[in-house]
């Protein structure tokens, strides 16, 4: 690609960003490949028609818990009836059905975390924007109700399809004739080698199961957990001896979705609220009015660095910086990103690491013009001997935010909301930093340079 194509790319890319991340009340239509396009942008939501094709993205910038304020809930899971093999089961039972609450309810990026210290099993629950502590406590302090709910027999001859979900009624069958359930693979014909879920009830449950599915095979058997449809499988045959299996296309992730949700009603896990704490918007404006203030008075610092020690290339560098700043904020509202307070720091420090790219390529340039060389060639040489030094770096850090971001989730790296905020700020900062300390300002320089020495 030529510089100046590049040019054009970066100075499309640089209006984008200037528009997302500084939105006003615009509204703009045209046609391509005859089809129609109607793109709305306002304060503070972008809204574009492609055809019947329709993409929404509110662009307020999402604050966590620390910057918004909210409820945070510590509950503690009752396990004495729970055998303890099967505890940490439970556990993630109850993270799963306070989830489920969680996002019925709208609460935008709420933290969930599960914590186990000897015998004491326990709930974090973080909920940015609710204010009202008895409404959350309301929400996420009740037990899990499982139902199985079976067609009405006006409905019988209904195809399985054409039932609507507040059709079917209950029958009787809870949560609680259901002693777990559980992943399995099948080693018969008829359920193949893949995972399903089987099914183990109690003894009075075993017989209220052996009816029910008598009555109803050929037909579905829904299963309702907090009045919500888990799963509805069609019930084959009659089942007597208190074991089923649920199989279909699974595999081993929804499998195990599957029978945790199960589980959440099935196993008797009462969970009460042990500690509760609202945290007021008064503490998160502040935090954030300082931030901004130590941001601006960093970003300054830097780009003041900048100019006074490389001059000339060093406003381009600035130039470079101030596109990082843009594309960064209208990434932060495109994804979009939830920003806390270590989140914020992440951004800072990542402000000055954006220029850390031009300080190597300008003093790699500065040897090879003591060596004789003119500028164009230590400009380019300058660069490319850089990079090794630019990647090896920066790969370092992004290995590091890697770690701290823990996107796999695995129970033995960091699972803290707080610190994964940080990661991730972090991340994006340093690609974006690598993307305009390296190629807009190679891009810059290239098209800008007339023939004319520049003294660094």
Known sequence: ????????????????????????????????????????????????????????????????????????????????????????????????????????????????????????????????????????????????????????????????????????????????????????????????AGPSVGLQFTDEGKQKFAQITKDNVGKPLAIFLDEMPVTAPLVSEAITTGEAVISGSFDTETAKTLAIQLNAGALPVPVKVIEQRTIGPSLGQ???????????????????????????LGLIADIALIIYGLVTLSIYKLIPITLSLPGIAGFILSVGMAVDSNILIFERMKEEMRVGRNWKTAMELGFGRAWDSIKDANLATIITALILLNPFNFSWLVTSGMVRGFALTLLLGVLIGLFTGVAVTRTLLRVLYKGKEIKL
């Open 1 to 192: 690609m030529k510089p100046r194509t590049k040019l054009i790319f970066i100075a499309v890319l640089t209006i984008a960003s200037l528009v997302i991340s500084l939105p006003k009340n615009l509204r703009i239509n045209f046609s391509l490949f005859s089809k129609p396009i109607d793109i709305t942008l306002s304060s503070p939501e972008i809204n574009i028609a492609l055809g019947n094709s329709r993409f929404y993205r509110s662009l307020e910038i999402q604050k966590g818990l620390d910057l918004q304020g909210g409820t945070q809930l510590v509950l503690q899971a009752d396990m004495s009836k729970v055998s303890p093999e099967d505890r940490q089961t439970a556990l993630e039972s109850v993270k799963e059905i306070v989830s489920r609450r969680v996002d019925l309810y709208g609460v935008t990026e709420p933290v969930i975390q599960t914590s186990k210290v000897n015998d004491d099993y326990r709930i974090l629950a973080e909920l940015p924007g609710i204010r009202e502590v008895s409404d959350a406590v309301n929400l996420l302090g009740t037990t899990a109700q499982l139902d199985f709910r079976a067609i009405p027999e006006t409905l019988k001859e209904a195809t399985p399809g054409s039932v609507p979900l507040y059709q079917y009624e209950s029958t009787g069958l809870s949560g609680a004739d259901l002693k777990r359930a559980m992943v399995q693979f099948g080693s018969s014909s008829a359920i193949g």
């Open 286 to 312: 502040d935090s954030v009015n300082k931030s901004i203030v130590a941001g601006s008075i960093g970003l300054i610092l830097v780009m003041a660095f900048m100019a006074a020690y490389y001059g000339k």
